[in-house]
Nanobody, 115 residues
Protein backbone atom coordinates (compact mmCIF):
# COMPACT_ATOMS: atom_id res chain seq x y z
CA UNK A 1 0.00 0.00 0.00
CA UNK A 2 1.22 3.47 -0.90
CA UNK A 3 -0.13 6.70 0.55
CA UNK A 4 0.16 9.95 -1.38
CA UNK A 5 -0.25 13.40 0.12
CA UNK A 6 -0.41 16.50 -2.04
CA UNK A 7 0.36 20.07 -1.02
CA UNK A 8 0.72 23.46 -2.62
CA UNK A 9 -2.67 24.20 -4.13
CA UNK A 10 -4.38 27.56 -3.79
CA UNK A 11 -5.44 30.70 -5.59
CA UNK A 12 -3.37 32.22 -8.35
CA UNK A 13 -3.88 34.93 -10.93
CA UNK A 14 -3.72 34.23 -14.66
CA UNK A 15 -0.14 34.24 -15.83
CA UNK A 16 1.11 33.39 -12.37
CA UNK A 17 2.86 30.32 -11.02
CA UNK A 18 2.08 27.64 -8.51
CA UNK A 19 4.02 24.63 -7.30
CA UNK A 20 2.39 21.38 -6.28
CA UNK A 21 4.16 18.67 -4.35
CA UNK A 22 3.28 15.10 -3.54
CA UNK A 23 4.98 12.78 -1.08
CA UNK A 24 4.64 9.02 -1.24
CA UNK A 25 4.99 6.68 1.70
CA UNK A 26 4.78 2.92 1.88
CA UNK A 27 6.16 0.12 -0.22
CA UNK A 28 6.87 0.95 -3.85
CA UNK A 29 7.68 -2.02 -6.05
CA UNK A 30 9.79 -2.09 -9.16
CA UNK A 31 9.52 0.34 -12.01
CA UNK A 32 7.14 3.16 -11.28
CA UNK A 33 5.69 6.35 -12.67
CA UNK A 34 4.55 9.34 -10.62
CA UNK A 35 2.53 12.22 -11.90
CA UNK A 36 -0.61 14.27 -11.93
CA UNK A 37 -4.17 14.20 -13.13
CA UNK A 38 -6.73 16.96 -12.71
CA UNK A 39 -10.47 17.24 -12.67
CA UNK A 40 -12.43 20.41 -13.29
CA UNK A 41 -16.08 20.71 -12.24
CA UNK A 42 -18.31 18.83 -14.65
CA UNK A 43 -15.36 17.28 -16.46
CA UNK A 44 -13.73 13.89 -16.41
CA UNK A 45 -10.39 13.45 -14.75
CA UNK A 46 -7.63 14.16 -17.25
CA UNK A 47 -3.98 13.26 -17.28
CA UNK A 48 -1.61 16.22 -16.93
CA UNK A 49 1.95 14.96 -16.74
CA UNK A 50 4.12 12.21 -15.36
CA UNK A 51 7.72 11.24 -14.79
CA UNK A 52 9.16 7.76 -14.66
CA UNK A 53 11.55 6.38 -12.10
CA UNK A 54 14.30 7.01 -14.66
CA UNK A 55 13.32 10.64 -15.18
CA UNK A 56 11.45 10.41 -18.48
CA UNK A 57 8.75 13.08 -18.53
CA UNK A 58 5.52 13.31 -20.50
CA UNK A 59 3.01 16.14 -20.76
CA UNK A 60 -0.50 16.69 -22.00
CA UNK A 61 -0.52 19.01 -24.99
CA UNK A 62 -2.47 21.70 -23.16
CA UNK A 63 0.20 22.10 -20.47
CA UNK A 64 3.35 21.42 -22.48
CA UNK A 65 5.74 24.34 -22.25
CA UNK A 66 4.00 25.76 -19.19
CA UNK A 67 4.20 22.96 -16.61
CA UNK A 68 7.26 21.11 -15.44
CA UNK A 69 7.10 17.76 -13.63
CA UNK A 70 10.02 16.42 -11.64
CA UNK A 71 10.72 13.89 -8.93
CA UNK A 72 13.15 13.11 -6.17
CA UNK A 73 13.66 9.37 -5.91
CA UNK A 74 15.51 9.70 -2.63
CA UNK A 75 12.42 11.21 -1.03
CA UNK A 76 9.71 9.59 -3.18
CA UNK A 77 8.27 12.96 -4.07
CA UNK A 78 6.93 14.41 -7.28
CA UNK A 79 6.52 18.10 -8.03
CA UNK A 80 4.47 19.98 -10.60
CA UNK A 81 5.68 23.49 -11.34
CA UNK A 82 2.84 25.34 -13.00
CA UNK A 83 3.79 28.48 -14.90
CA UNK A 84 1.71 30.92 -16.91
CA UNK A 85 -1.43 29.38 -15.49
CA UNK A 86 -4.72 30.00 -17.22
CA UNK A 87 -8.32 30.00 -16.02
CA UNK A 88 -8.81 26.63 -17.69
CA UNK A 89 -6.16 25.16 -15.38
CA UNK A 90 -8.61 25.49 -12.50
CA UNK A 91 -9.22 22.00 -11.14
CA UNK A 92 -8.54 19.59 -8.34
CA UNK A 93 -5.11 18.13 -8.97
CA UNK A 94 -4.48 14.52 -8.02
CA UNK A 95 -1.10 12.94 -7.57
CA UNK A 96 -0.74 9.33 -8.67
CA UNK A 97 1.85 6.59 -8.50
CA UNK A 98 1.77 3.49 -10.65
CA UNK A 99 4.12 0.64 -9.83
CA UNK A 100 4.30 -3.09 -10.46
CA UNK A 101 1.51 -3.73 -7.95
CA UNK A 102 -1.07 -1.09 -8.71
CA UNK A 103 -2.03 2.55 -9.06
CA UNK A 104 -2.42 4.81 -6.06
CA UNK A 105 -4.02 8.22 -5.73
CA UNK A 106 -3.76 11.19 -3.47
CA UNK A 107 -6.81 12.99 -2.12
CA UNK A 108 -6.30 15.99 -4.36
CA UNK A 109 -5.47 19.65 -3.96
CA UNK A 110 -7.51 22.52 -5.34
CA UNK A 111 -5.98 24.96 -7.80
CA UNK A 112 -8.07 27.99 -8.65
CA UNK A 113 -6.98 30.49 -11.26
CA UNK A 114 -8.83 33.73 -10.67
CA UNK A 115 -10.88 35.06 -13.56
Amino acid sequence: QVDLVESGGGLVEPGGSLRLSCAASGSIFGFNVMGWYRQAPGNQREWVADVSKFGITKYADNVKGRFDVSRDNTKDTVTLQMNNVQVEDTAVYYCFLMDDVGTYWGRGTQVTVLS
